[in-house]
């Protein structure tokens, strides 16, 4: 059996580095690393020739230097791309809708994307350097923990816009579902069928988690139910959702509603009161946000808030490209109203009926 060729190593000059307090290079990487600038350039361009451990070396260097691609030298190194990169984690169920969206929205405008998870394995400086290596003229960051952050991160030159995430910069393209209208939404419905008694669970550190935690607070002292505010901090899982439900209806004055900070959440929720006996709706009402797949299984059927994500695609894409055609434009801030999708998992109070 023929044993494989080494990964080429090209003699490189020390001489040559970022200069002192400047941006990092590919230089600068391959110095750290030891080897050679060209097999640095093959790795972020992300073409064959370098080992796995190789690109994990050099993709965890280039994130510890805080190294991204100089824009300028992109631009002039060709033609229009018409790439646009998209960052997300598919941790949430949105966020899969929206990829699938906006593959729709960038095609009708005649671009294409590139898909650039964040994983525990993929840091965001790799994942922006791989996206850049690639030639995007703009990055559309979803609403992962700490989007806004990751905005920021950006080497100002690149177009970004922020979809489906907590509140960024105002200076920023920001895209997103109006949460307090969402949260609005649920109270009025609860209220209406005559619970006081409401807890919130939120997603803890999870995109717009404290906004729809405000917007509770906020429906419940409007009723002057201050003293049955109730907020429950876990994170935007099931598993989270259902652990912070064993500790609410193990309480003596138990609610008799939870509004989950998302469909995940809910899900949790629900497994736990079902495992407890606690009847849903008849013993106690519980709510989700997304309207994902799952909440419009009949046998869950939960009552949630949706919103249209072609509607969010079509809008980020858009600000994305006026971005990219005019650097200087005034930011975008698009907040898409949300509606209420009653299902039959809330109804009135026990004590009511």
């Not at 100089?70 to 949105?94: C, W």
């Not at 898909?115 to 979803?142: D, M």
């Not at 907020?231 to 598993?239: G, W």
């Amino acid at each position: 059996m023929r044993a494989m060729s080494p990964e080429p190593r090209v003699p490189h000059s020390s001489s040559v580095h970022a200069s002192a307090g400047g941006p990092p290079t590919m230089q600068s990487i391959a110095d750290k690393l030891g080897v050679s600038r060209q097999l640095v350039s093959l790795v972020l361009r992300n073409q064959p020739g370098a080992s796995q451990e190789t690109r994990r070396r050099v993709a965890e260097m280039a994130e510890q230097l805080g190294y991204h691609p100089n824009a300028s030298a992109r631009a002039l190194s060709g033609k229009r791309s018409r790439r646009l990169g998209v960052v997300f984690t598919m941790r949430q169920p949105f966020e899969v809708d929206l990829v699938e969206a906006l593959f729709d929205a960038a095609k009708e405008r005649e671009f294409t994307l590139v898909l650039a998870p964040i994983t525990p394995q993929r840091g965001q400086g790799s994942v922006f350097a791989e996206l850049l290596g690639q030639r995007v003229e703009g990055v559309l960051v979803l609403g992962t923990d700490n989007g806004a952050a990751r905005i920021r991160d950006l080497p100002k030159e690149v177009p970004s816009v922020m979809l489906g995430g907590p509140k960024s910069d105002e200076s920023a393209d920001d895209v997103r579902v109006d949460d307090t209208t969402g949260i609005a939404l649920v109270m009025d419905h609860l209220f209406g069928l005559g619970h006081r008694r409401i807890s919130h669970i939120t997603g803890g550190a999870g995109p717009n988690s404290h906004d729809r935690a405000v917007a509770y607070e906020s429906a419940m002292t409007a009723q002057g139910l201050e003293v049955f505010v109730d907020v429950i901090e876990a994170d935007y899982s099931e598993t989270g959702g259902g652990h912070a439900t064993s500790r609410l209806i193990d309480r003596p004055n138990r609610p008799t509603a939870i509004v989950g900070g998302n469909d995940r959440v809910a899900m949790g929720t629900l497994g736990t009161l079902l495992r407890r006996g606690i009847r849903v709706p008849e013993d106690m009402s519980v709510t989700g946000f997304d309207n994902a797949s799952l909440a419009q299984v009949p046998y869950l059927d939960l009552t949630t808030v949706a919103y249209d994500p072609t509607s969010l695609a079509e809008r980020a894409v858009d600000a994305l490209v006026a971005r990219i055609q005019d650097p200087n434009a005034e930011p975008v801030l698009h907040r898409q109203e949300p509606v209420l999708v009653v299902r039959s998992s809330t109804a009135p109070p026990p004590e009511t009926r």
